[in-house]
């Protein structure tokens, strides 16, 4: 993720800064690699999400077969070899020692089973309410960066030429990169408060 980051980075900094010098550079480079970062990282939840939803259908299925009558050593064997649960460590760990409890004493595994599918489902749920709740930290976080681009076209309608002082003066290139300092460390922020929400 971080190679494919610096990678839009790059390409993004050499083009901007060939038309306006080393501040359009830094700052486009930035932008093009929180962007990319953003992306792969919301893409990465998101197959996160689609693993562990086929790993809570693989239970529903194994605990299926219990119910049916295929003996809890054949499931076991079947869960293992085909790597069903391979989308969630935890429950995976938690289902190892369901077959491992069911052959020693006997337990049901069936209802075992169920009860891991229950709690993780129910889990799920509150972490999807809870990352609901803290979307306004998120949604926040993206307006403050966009506002920027805001406080610039309101610079030229009122008559004046904001990406020159910007870019070409020292006073505004401090500016510019101060705030886009300030503002990575924002969004890194609300990021982190969304994921401690999610854990």
């Known amino acids: 993720m971080w190679r494919l980051a610096l990678g839009a980075a790059a390409v993004a900094g050499v083009a901007a800064g060939s038309a306006g010098g080393p501040v359009a550079a830094v700052v486009a480079g930035a932008y093009a690699g929180l962007a990319v970062h953003e992306w792969r990282r919301l893409d990465r939840r998101k197959r996160g999400t689609v693993r562990r939803m086929a790993t809570l259908d693989e239970l529903t299925s194994l605990v299926a077969d219990l119910r049916a009558g295929i003996p809890a050593a054949v499931v076991a064997a079947a869960s293992a070899s085909g790597a069903r649960l391979a989308g969630d460590e935890r ?32 889990t799920g749920r509150l972490a999807r309410k809870a990352g609901a709740q803290a979307a306004g930290a998120q949604v926040t976080a993206g307006l403050l960066a966009v506002l920027p681009f805001a406080g610039i076209g309101a610079g030229y309608v009122l008559g004046g030429d904001p990406m020159d002082v910007l870019l070409r ?4 290139a401090g500016c510019a990169i ?3 300092i300030l503002q990575c460390c924002g969004l890194k922020w609300a990021q982190r408060i969304g994921e401690r929400v999610l854990r």
């Open 91 to 122: 429950i995976q760990r938690l289902t190892g020692a369901v077959w491992r409890l069911a052959e020693h004493t006997g337990a049901p595994a069936a209802d075992l089973l169920e009860q891991i599918e229950s709690d993780a489902r129910e």
């Open 178 to 180: 101060g705030a886009l």
């Open 169 to 172: 003066t020292p006073g505004g």
